[in-house]
């Protein structure tokens, strides 16, 4: 135990900090030994450029770059000046000349129990050979919008890569979004070619997609043709002649199929994330700068080895799932698990048997997850050995000490550093994060990765002090980074290099550095909440709200919550003639559900008569947020009444 001094913005507490130093074993294993991260810290520090490129070295190009950075147009960065590469030669074609050719990329496992699957790097890379195949049958080309809807089935990871095989970009909705949100995104990308299951087994139930994919096709004009995957087998109506069966396009495909050889900036993907607006943006991610990120910070950060099998328990749907469900483990030749289930399905210690059945080395998941599993107690991991675990991972949202410590505790059993991994959608790879071989400090993310230059600044750009909270920036660019948001560079710029002065990127979080230049993630400092570290923006759910005939006003909060981390809140001011009541509660829960998806939680929905605003009309969720939670609302100078 460490005595130690941790500031806050308003007060400065004294706590007791246990902090975990690296085990013997752990540093004499690590891909990154300790003098290696140090000297990697400093050659970062000193030119971050350099260290990228040092790093995109380690990978196959079919041509390489003239420059490794071009920053002559901030903020569109270009990596990889003139290179040219494809993410899947990477992540399959280069293995299958190896003995790789036998090993297992993915080891899939079905909700049903006893139900899984084994594909070898040959089997898949036949599979994704077919899938191309099947995509250019269809006239697919280079550059085309592909929408895929589904979980973690293993033909969504066989799209994935099959549509960046030829070049064609994917686009992956949440199977958990409504029709609308599919809609909304399906025709932002204008894509033309939505790719989903007949039904998907989740919690015990089977989720009918294709329905929900024929009610937002009523009005999605770009696409051309539905492929729908056999996987629950229940009859669907397949009369549509747009609508075309999987194992039909891949019966007659040729196993055969040449890699598109692409320009290092050509796009990969592009998934929407919630934002301030009510709109979503459409992150667009590229081939060459992202593979090079999430490869070397995959091999750095979880320590992945040619023996492992890792686990990262994420959703294809969201950016953890695309780079380290997918990507990154196939780039570095591991074996990656895909589960398409709940994690208390059928028995909330699922989660523990799938590590032991499979021998689980490396396990990356998220304090929601944690934190629920933690509800059961610690008898339920304890009924399985979880001998082969030796690294932990966490994303998504801050996990306090206590929920940290459990975790490395019951399930790493003291043995297993927990890597606290700081990242956004945007920024397509891990950013502020520890190593192996730090020092840990729980509940903290540690340092920002070698060649990543953060800091903690006040809205004109000025460094805070050590200890005092303040906005958390990237101050140079990284490979990685997102490149635009789809259809709409001048939001990109306006909304992420604008807000704060110098031309820095703004993450939209808060943070402060404690004394030894860890960072202490203390949420989101815009309107965008985050439940069950998902991002949900407050104006997407009073747009919908707004949406209904009783609704005259409304105003969307997060509020704390045990497990979720955050949940919705919802102060709504009724039209003339209408009354609250609990079918009006019901109607709004219902709506949002319809429109926006089950990720949006509703802890309560008030019926209030007005909503406090400032004198020029815009309504302060600050103080309506400061009097849910008995805190100080801060200056009120600017409210009208
Ligand atoms: O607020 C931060 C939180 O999740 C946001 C990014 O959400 P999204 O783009 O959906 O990506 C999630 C997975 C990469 C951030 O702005 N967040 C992410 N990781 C952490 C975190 N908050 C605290 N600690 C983390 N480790």
Redesign the pocket.
Known sequence: MVRKKENTATEVLVEEQRVFRPLPETVVEANITPSEYRKAIKEGERNFVEFWEKAAEELEWFEKWDKVLDDSNPPFYRWFVGAKCNIVYNALDRHIKTFRKNKIAIIWRGEPVGEYRKLTYYELYRQVNKFSNALKSLEIKKGDRIAIYMPNLLQTAIAMLACAKIGAVHMIVHSGFSAHALRERVNDAKARVIITADGVYRNGKIINLKEVVDEAMIECPTVEHVIVVKRSGQPIDMSDGRYLWWDDLMEGASDECETEILDAEHPLYILY?SGTTGKPKGVLHVHGGYMVGIFRTLKWVFDIKETDIYWCT?DVG???GHSYTIYAPLICGGTTVMYEGHPLWPKPDRMWQIVDEFGVNILYTS?TTIRMLRRFGSELPRRHSLKTLRLLG??????NSEVWIWYYENIGKERCPIM????????GMLM??PVPVSLLKPGS?SRPFPGIHVDVVDRNGNPVPVGKSGFLVIKKPWPAMFRTLWGNPKRYKEEYFEVIPGGVYT???LARRDEDGYFW?Q??ADD?L?IA???VGTVEVENVVLSHPAIAEAACIGVPDPIKGETAKIFVVLKNGYLPSDELDRELRQLIMKRLGPVVIIKAVEFVENLPKTKSGKIMKRVLKASELGIDPGDLTTLAD
């Open positions: 994330t994420a969201w950016v953890t304090p966490t994303v998504g949202e801050p996990i606290d991994t700081w990242w956004q959608t945007e920024t502020i994060t993310t993450t939209g979080d993630i949420g989101r965008v985050n570290g998902y991002r």
